[in-house]
């Protein structure tokens, strides 16, 4: 079983910069797709985009299309989310899920995610 833990999370102005890593351990999570989701206070935890097995295929969110940008190195064992020109609305816990299955099918769909990380506070100050 794997163990996902995210870092990097911190306190940032409007127009910042942060990058998030999210280490896995107990075993690789090579040869699945990994996501990066959101929770926002009040609000329901949503996606926010996901990298294929390969690391070749990345989509987002309209939201974050164009200022966010996922990774991983798998020599590493860790993905990561660049995120850039930050608002006040991407305020929220960030976590990182490893799919249960191999395909990009439903990569926005929680439930589709049997591993998920604790979660790292971003905080974007208007």
């Known amino acids: 079983q794997v163990q996902l833990g995210e870092s990097g999370g911190g306190y940032v102005q409007t127009g910042g910069s942060l990058r998030l890593s999210c280490a896995a351990s107990?075993?690789?999570?090579?040869?699945?797709?990994l996501a990066w989701f959101r929770q926002a206070p009040g609000k329901e935890r949503e996606a926010v985009g996901v990298?294929?097995?390969?690391?070749?295929?990345?989509t987002y969110e309209d939201f974050v299309k164009g200022r966010f940008a996922i990774s991983r190195d798998d020599a590493k064992n860790t993905l990561y989310l660049q995120m850039s020109d930050l608002k006040p609305e991407d305020t929220a816990v960030y976590y990182c899920a490893q799919k249960g299955d191999t395909y990009l099918t439903n990569w926005h769909k929680q439930d589709s995610y049997p591993y998920w990380g604790q979660g790292t506070q971003v905080t974007v100050s208007s």
């Open positions: 107990g075993r690789t999570f090579s040869g699945y797709p």
């Open positions: 990298i294929s097995a390969s690391g070749l295929y990345t």
